[in-house]
């Protein structure tokens, strides 16, 4: 059985800085596709970050230069560092791994940024 657990949100000022991280199990991990979305009080799921094992990462346009994703092959975590946050980051962010072509989701964890 495969498990997504998300970690580390919470509140801060705009331009503060937050880490996600995400934990998996029952995959083998260094075969996964692991990524981040976020969906923002009435708006869609959007995609955040991904990053494959020996890939390039991806980014959405509007967090390109202030988020960064990474991943500990080890711990079978992803994690997601955010500097300059925004009022407009501000969203339940999921974490997803993608294992054989099947897509597992976290549970989400919010992010809020207000002053």
């Known amino acids: 059985q495969v498990h997504v657990v998300e970690s580390g949100g919470g509140s801060v000022q705009p331009g503060g800085s937050l880490s996600l991280s995400c934990t998996t199990s029952?995959?083998?991990?260094?075969?996964?596709?692991m990524a981040w979305y976020r969906q923002a009080p009435g708006k869609q799921r959007e995609f955040v970050a991904s990053?494959?094992?020996?890939?390039?990462?991806r980014y959405a346009d509007s967090v390109k230069g202030r988020f960064t994703i990474s991943r500990d092959s080890a711990k079978k975590m992803v994690h997601l560092e955010m500097n300059s946050l925004e009022p407009e980051d501000t969203a339940v962010y999921y974490c997803?791994?993608?294992?054989?072509?099947?897509?597992?989701w976290g549970s989400g964890i919010l992010v809020t940024v207000s002053s």
């Open positions: 997803k791994s993608t294992t054989s072509g099947v897509d597992y």
């Open positions: 029952g995959t083998a991990f260094s075969l996964d596709l």
């Open positions: 990053l494959a094992s020996g890939r390039y990462a």
